[in-house]
């Protein structure tokens, strides 16, 4: 027994082995997750100290934004190829994601006016309408827009990934392609649709998730249809939460990056996702 462990009372064999401490590099950790990188990536451009919050809860919204669409193309690919469980996994776990995101709202929830001014000039133009990882993120959904690439044309790589996005069928087109597929009425109008248009509903589409919900309510499709209702809900609350963590911060000043701001906001907040799989509710 060491002197150590006969002061201290402890049995040396219950002693749990300490982590490793030397490495003859960097550690295997940043290695790995590059937090060095991650956490010199901030840099605030006032004296306020309430600017880092802010600059970080939008780089955490980036983050889960990248997740998110990662999650909804692996669930779109796995849809083309019927795939359903991978799909299901995917959307199940942005779901959780979604939460993450959403939740990450709190610490700039609850701005006044004065705190969010103490900084708003350092944003110059930026807005977070600029943000090419949330546009793509509203691609999947079936909200496309080409004039959503212009901000993009001075970065070819970022230009490039969302022209991409723009042209790939939607999370929601790869969705009613299976319906059909299962022998769902989804009409050539809506299957062969350019694919860089937004979605617009459809009562074909209606009257097929209709369908789907007055059947056997185990069923796969009514599993898939529940899966991306919960999405749905989630992306409006992140809209929600968004409009009303601005109109507490700056009432209906307009935006910087040159909306009308809150009254355009809620324009957007009052789209619905998947606009179908809600319409058809009334129908069940
Ligand atoms: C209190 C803080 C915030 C305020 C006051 C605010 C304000 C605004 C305003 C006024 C717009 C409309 C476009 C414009 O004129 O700028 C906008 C758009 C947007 N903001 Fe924020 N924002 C805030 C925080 C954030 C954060 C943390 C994110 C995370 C990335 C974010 C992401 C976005 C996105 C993605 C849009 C475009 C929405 C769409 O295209 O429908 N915002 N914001």
Sequence with gaps: MSSEHAVSGHEPDSDPETPHLDFAGTTPYEDYVQADVLTHLQHPRSDDPGELVFLVTTQVMELWFTVIVHEWETAARALRGDDLPVAMAALQRSAWELQSLNAS???????TPGQFNAYRAALGEGSGFQSAMY???EFLLGEKSASMLVPH?????????????????????????????????????????????????????????????AGDPESELVRL???????????????????????????SKVGTGGSAGVAWLEKRAQKNVFPELWSARSHV
């Design 225 to 251: 249809g529940e899966a991306l209702t919960e999405v749905a809900e989630l992306v409006w609350r992140w809209r929600n939460d968004h409009l009303v963590a601005t109109r507490r911060a700056m009432g």
């Design 105 to 111: 709202w709190q610490p700039i929830a609850h701005l």
């Design 135 to 137: 546009r793509r993120l």
């Design 153 to 213: 044309r001075g970065a070819p790589r970022v230009h490039d990934e969302l022209a991409k996005a723009l042209t790939e069928p939607s999370l929601y087109d790869e969705v009613l392609h299976l319906l059909a597929r299962r022998g769902h009425p989804i009409p050539d109008e809506v299957l062969r649709r350019d694919p860089a248009a937004r979605h617009v509903s459809h009562p074909a589409v209606e009257a097929a998730w209709t369908a789907v919900y």
